[in-house]
């Protein structure tokens, strides 16, 4: 049995109906993030199982007891804020002995345990500050340190690090994901951002209108998208209509090209258009590639974005884009030249809505 | 530029002058009761009067209380009004405006009606039912003051935000009220409080009513029958009011929080 289930959950607020029929498992000491755009629910499910939310229907287990109906107080669930929400009129030391003030641990406990947390984020030096006085990304180590401190059973982060600048976010999420690993504790990680949630999730919980959409480690979500929103919210993959041409031999065209598949094309019959999705790095440009896995077409457009160069060709009705990396010597295609794009048959994905 | 800021200290020196003038005035006749000469005689005649002990002791205390349950009952309804009853706040804004509205007259008939001798809580039957009553009163008299002051404060923290963080941690209500809640809205509070004072220690329609020794029917009934005294009062009474002025600096400036952003 898993450690964090999350069985059927629904949760309307009034007739609009915010999350549906979601199901997790969650495996003690993994890190799963739940990653959507705005507004699909992330925070009201991370809200139902620290508790301040009630579901409408479904249950909620924590090492298999069942904590639907238990108050936010009483279930042991550490939360981390995107407002970071430390107490103003407490010190850091005091905010991070809060929880276990609370608990009514013995003075000795508390102090040691305060200067282990403080430790773990590094600020040990800042003990004796008031939140007013600390930037954003140590007021949200700090916000960690708190939540960690009573030994909670489960860590759940909302957005944390979305308040701070684009350097701060990149490093404290770092420091966020070898902490988890440190203390083997079960997180859940809520974000808008693709790239933050691949780059320290176990698993991902793609969400799409109170909906999970899939659920998979980075590389799955990453490199085999199941639905076309999934598709379009993780990374910047091309998504080309295609026309079917024979079933049998898993024949489409794109544009006028054709493309032999290496995945089944049925139930499609011949004449449907299909989605099919191909990562921006899956080519390469290969001016004397011919035949079945190779697309020819029109630059658009050339930028140069550091690491990669990313140039978007037109082929049929499709934009398609895809990166080459940059070195000293690379000329990049000029827009209005004619180049083919060479890639293997399974870099084509069907995506079915 | 230039003369913009010589008309701001004109301005300002007119205001200076419209307070200070009576003030000094006020203080120059309070030190003549003796003939020919000045002299503190006048004070000394206030500060040796019993009465004037007993009804400012009174008032005092009264204001005191006034301040510790005015404070109990107002920063918990502002934060469950912001917390859970948001659409609410209108409401409780224009209840705890009425005071300013209605004169205090007619609520101190209200209360005689409602709490006299013959009605079904007859607390004016006894002297600390009556003292009860007139904490009351006092009570509904600073709403105004106390509920803006306090739910400003409010405003500055993320009062949700900081209620959900310390559940998470296992606080249950009283701690999160007292530890996390009241003190960051001391500031408002204090400012409140200042100001409730000042209306205790002043108010006369309600304690002359309800018939109970505080200090503003006593500054009528000497204001009405002495000469120099009353001048004293005032003056007295500006000192409280500077003192407890700076007091609140004092407090505000050792409090250890950040300075509240409005
Ligand atoms: N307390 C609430 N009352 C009514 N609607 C709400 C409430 N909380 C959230 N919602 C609605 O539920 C939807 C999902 O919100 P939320 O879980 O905050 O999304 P996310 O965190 O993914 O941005 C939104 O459309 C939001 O307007
Ligand atoms: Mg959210």
Avoid at chain 1, 169 to 189: A, P
Avoid at chain 2, 42 to 55: G, H, N
Wanted: glycine fraction near 8%; charged fraction near 15%.
């Amino acid at each position: 049995m898993s450690f964090l289930t999350l069985s059927n959950i629904q949760k309307s607020f009034g007739p609009v109906q915010v999350v549906k029929d979601f199901d997790m498992a969650i495996e003690k000491g993994e890190f799963v993030s739940f990653l959507g755009p705005s507004g699909c629910g992330k925070t009201t499910v991370l809200r139902m199982i620290a508790g301040f939310e009630t579901p409408t229907g479904g249950t909620i287990t924590v090492a298999g007891r069942d904590q639907t109906s238990l108050k936010p107080n009483q279930r042991n669930i550490g939360m981390v804020f995107q407002a970071y929400a430390l107490f103003p009129n407490m010190n850091v030391a005091e905010n991070v002995a809060f929880g276990l003030k609370v608990a009514g641990k013995p003075k000795a406990e508390i102090d040691a345990r305060v200067k282990e947390m403080l430790g773990l984020i590094h600020l040990g030096h800042l003990a004796e500050r008031y939140p007013y006085q600390m930037s954003g990304g140590q007021q949200q180590r700090v916000a960690l340190a708190r939540a960690l401190a009573p030994k909670p059973q489960v860590l759940l982060l909302d957005e944390p690090l979305s308040a701070l600048d684009a350097k701060i976010r990149v490093s404290l999420r770092e420091e966020i994901r070898q902490i988890q690993q440190q203390l083997g504790i079960t997180t859940v990680f809520v974000t808008h951002d693709q790239e933050e949630a691949l780059s320290i999730s176990d698993r991902i919980v793609v969400m799409n209108a109170g909906r999970a959409d899939q659920i998979g480690t980075p590389a799955e979500i990453y490199n085999r998208p199941s639905t076309r929103f999934v598709a379009n919210f993780v990374g910047t993959l091309n998504l080309i209509d295609a026309k079917v041409i024979d079933p049998g031999e898993n024949r489409i065209a794109i544009g006028d090209q054709g493309v032999t598949l290496r995945e089944p094309v049925a139930p499609a019959k011949a004449g449907d258009t299909i989605s099919l999705a191909l990562r921006p790095e899956a080519g390469s440009i290969a001016p004397d590639a011919k035949g079945e896995t190779a697309l020819t077409g029109e630059v658009v457009s050339s930028n140069f974005l550091g690491s990669v160069i990313r140039t978007r060709m037109k082929v049929g009705e499709s934009v398609i884009s895809f990166d080459m990396f940059n070195s000293p010597g690379l000329v990049p295609p000029a827009v209005g030249e004619t180049v083919t794009l060479r890639f293997t048959a399974g870099d084509l994905l069907i995506i079915r809505d | 530029m230039k003369s913009s800021r010589l008309l701001a200290w004109i301005a300002i020196a007119i205001g200076a002058l419209y307070f200070i003038v009576p003030l000094i005035g006020t203080f120059e006749f309070s030190l003549r009761m003796r003939r020919g000469e000045y002299s503190f005689d006048a004070y000394q005649s206030v500060f040796s009067d019993l009465q004037f002990r007993a009804t400012f002791g009174y008032s005092m205390l009264m204001g005191f209380l006034t301040i510790i349950f005015g404070m109990l009952l107002v920063v918990p309804t502002a934060y469950w009004v912001r917390l859970r009853l948001p659409q609410l706040r209108p409401v409780v804004e224009f209840l705890t405006l009425l005071p300013l509205v209605i004169p205090a007259i007619v609520i101190v008939f209200g209360y005689l009606r409602l709490y006299n001798s013959s009605s079904w809580l007859p607390l004016t039957n006894s002297t600390n039912g009556t003292n009860l009553l007139l904490m009351f009163s006092y009570m509904t008299l600073s709403l105004p003051y106390m509920y803006r002051a306090v739910d400003t404060a409010m405003r500055a923290i993320d009062v949700a935000t900081l209620t959900e963080a310390a559940e998470s941690l296992g606080a249950k209500w009283p701690t999160i009220m007292f530890r996390c809640i009241f003190p960051n809205v001391m500031s408002g509070v204090l400012s409140g409080a200042f100001i409730t004072f000042a209306i205790v220690m002043g108010e006369f329609t309600m304690a002359a009513l309800l018939n109970r020794p505080a200090f503003g029917p006593y500054l009528q009934l000497v204001g009405a029958n002495k000469a120099y005294e009353p001048s004293a009062l005032a003056i007295i009474a500006f000192a409280i009011t500077w003192l407890s002025i700076g007091l609140l600096q004092l407090v505000s400036r050792f409090q250890k929080t950040a300075p509240a952003k409005a």
